[in-house]
């Protein structure tokens, strides 16, 4: 499924393809300690920068500012901006506080970033920019909408308190696969060829294109009898995963500019990633078995070594192999629904010291580990918990 591969992919792009994301601020990560980090308060921040000739001012909330005076900028559409000092002219302040753009004017801006033909369509809590077919656009605003009411009503009714986004939550659909792959290909790299959507951290956009193969044509008698094939569930769960990542760092569950370990982020989105196709309200198979992780993980038992959730918990190495990516997903699957259905006190007060870490200051090996044995005790018992309840599983 795209998911696997496409996270992985995804991840990486956020900091990898995104040059001001990997070569600065990751150097300053390793170059600062935590403390030379500080938050930065509501007001709305003006940085003019230079760029070749021309000096460029953007507005929006500063959230981190390093000592070297490097800067992370929230956008009123809600893009994180890297600015590195070498760039910044002059930092100001205005009297007026920071105001996320309102639906319209992000959809301004992103059309202007987009190929022509592109056009709005907007749901309660979803801004989508498409040019597909206006059913399809509306058969995915319906299926997003469901999603975010079962993710929301999932974590309320655990006493969780759950924040309405900032900004709207932009998704991208294009007609085609082509137009897809021609389009992202310089955010996400030649992985784009084997996915099928994603979403992008630095952006906070989720990007797919139309699954039906219709070429953007797609009628909703089409759309009906699309999502009647079996055969289509994973594709249309890709769609949920990249959505749900979207959510989790919208919602307050988790944060795009903390430190989340990425068997959180991704064991969180494979657990609301069972699709219900059969219903046109609600999502009642939250909390469902992931048949596809299960039986994956139940492959790898036979080769998996002994200190495989060690390795998981400690660094994101596995998921960005394409060797042990697989496994990692699938393992990522089981510890988060062990942990939910068996600790779910602790792992969302995990959750939440997860959330509330400072800004771009990464834990090292050894801190993940101690953070989590901290909450959930010692690693290697919990293993044998975990292989217990994986075993009762059908």
Same mark, same amino acid.
């Given at each position: 499924?795209g !998911?696997?591969r496409?996270?992985?992919?995804?991840?990486?792009?956020?900091? !990898?393809?995104?040059s001001?994301v990997? @070569?600065y601020?990751?150097?300053?990560?390793l170059?600062?300690?935590p403390?030379?980090?500080?938050?930065v308060?509501y007001?709305?921040d003006i940085?003019?920068v230079?760029?070749?000739e021309?000096v460029?001012?953007?507005r929006?909330?500063?959230?981190?500012q #390093?000592v070297? /005076?490097?800067i992370l900028l929230?956008?009123? *559409?809600?893009?994180?901006?890297p600015?590195?000092? #070498?760039?910044?002219?002059s930092v100001?302040?205005?009297?007026?506080?920071?105001?996320?753009?309102d639906p319209? *004017? @992000?959809?301004?801006?992103?059309?202007?970033?987009l190929?022509?033909?592109f056009?709005?369509?907007?749901?309660?809590h $979803?801004?989508? +920019?498409?040019?597909?077919s206006?059913?399809y656009?509306r058969?995915?605003?319906?299926?997003?909408?469901?999603?975010?009411? /079962?993710?929301?009503a $999932?974590?309320? %009714?655990k006493?969780?308190a759950?924040?309405k986004?900032?900004?709207?939550?932009?998704?991208?659909?294009?007609? =085609?696969?082509?137009? $897809?792959?021609t389009?992202c290909?310089?955010?996400? /790299?030649?992985?784009?060829?084997?996915i099928?959507?994603?979403?992008?951290?630095v952006? %906070?956009?989720? =990007?797919?294109?139309?699954?039906?193969g219709?070429g953007?044509t797609?009628?909703?008698? &089409?759309?009906a009898r699309?999502?009647? %094939?079996?055969? @289509?569930?994973q594709?249309?769960a890709?769609? @949920?995963h990249?959505? =749900?990542h979207?959510?989790a760092?919208?919602?307050?569950?988790?944060?795009?500019?903390?430190d989340?370990?990425?068997w959180v982020?991704?064991?969180?989105a494979?657990?609301f990633e069972?699709?219900?196709?059969?219903?046109?309200r609600?999502?009642?198979t939250v909390?469902?078995?992931n &048949?596809?992780?299960?039986d994956?993980?139940r =492959? $790898?038992?036979?080769?998996?070594?002994?200190?495989?959730l060690i390795t998981?918990?400690?660094?994101?190495?596995?998921?960005q192999?394409?060797?042990?990516?697989?496994?990692?997903?699938?393992?990522?699957w089981?510890l988060?629904?062990f942990?939910l259905?068996?600790q779910?006190?602790?792992f969302?007060?995990y959750l939440?010291? +997860?959330?509330?870490?400072?800004?771009?200051v990464y834990?090292?090996p050894?801190?993940?580990?101690r953070?989590f044995t901290?909450?959930f005790?010692n690693?290697? !018992?919990?293993d044998v918990?975990l292989?217990?309840f994986?075993?009762?599983?059908?």
């Amino acid at each position: 499924m795209g !998911a696997d591969r496409m996270s992985v992919v995804t991840r990486v792009s956020q900091s !990898a393809n995104f040059s001001k994301v990997a @070569v600065y601020w990751l150097a300053v990560v390793l170059l600062l300690s935590p403390g030379s980090f500080s938050a930065v308060g509501y007001s709305l921040d003006i940085v003019q920068v230079k760029e070749g000739e021309s000096v460029l001012t953007y507005r929006g909330r500063i959230l981190v500012q #390093a000592v070297d /005076g490097g800067i992370l900028l929230l956008t009123p *559409e809600g893009r994180l901006l890297p600015l590195a000092p #070498a760039e910044i002219v002059s930092v100001s302040r205005d009297s007026a506080e920071f105001k996320p753009a309102d639906p319209e *004017e @992000v959809a301004r801006w992103w059309l202007t970033q987009l190929p022509s033909g592109f056009e709005m369509y907007q749901t309660a809590h $979803y801004l989508i +920019l498409h040019n597909t077919s206006r059913d399809y656009a509306r058969w995915c605003g319906s299926l997003l909408e469901r999603l975010y009411a /079962g993710f929301t009503a $999932y974590f309320a %009714n655990k006493g969780v308190a759950i924040e309405k986004p900032e900004f709207p939550l932009v998704v991208i659909i294009f007609s =085609t696969r082509e137009q $897809y792959v021609t389009h992202c290909r310089a955010e996400v /790299g030649d992985g784009i060829e084997k996915i099928q959507g994603h979403y992008n951290l630095v952006t %906070n956009v989720v =990007t797919m294109y139309d699954l039906t193969g219709s070429g953007g044509t797609a009628t909703a008698a &089409q759309i009906a009898r699309f999502v009647q %094939n079996p055969n @289509v569930r994973q594709s249309i769960a890709t769609v @949920v995963h990249e959505a =749900t990542h979207q959510l989790a760092n919208n919602c307050g569950i988790t944060c795009r500019w903390t430190d989340t370990p990425q068997w959180v982020a991704e064991g969180l989105a494979m657990f609301f990633e069972t699709p219900d196709l059969r219903s046109a309200r609600g999502w009642a198979t939250v909390g469902a078995v992931n &048949q596809s992780r299960l039986d994956r993980f139940r =492959t $790898y038992l036979s080769r998996r070594p002994q200190d495989s959730l060690i390795t998981l918990i400690r660094d994101n190495a596995r998921f960005q192999s394409t060797e042990t990516a697989l496994d990692a997903y699938a393992e990522a699957w089981a510890l988060t629904y062990f942990l939910l259905q068996q600790q779910r006190s602790a792992f969302l007060e995990y959750l939440k010291r +997860l959330r509330e870490k400072s800004p771009l200051v990464y834990d090292s090996p050894e801190e993940r580990i101690r953070e989590f044995t901290e909450i959930f005790g010692n690693v290697d !018992a919990l293993d044998v918990q975990l292989l217990r309840f994986i075993s009762r599983l059908r």
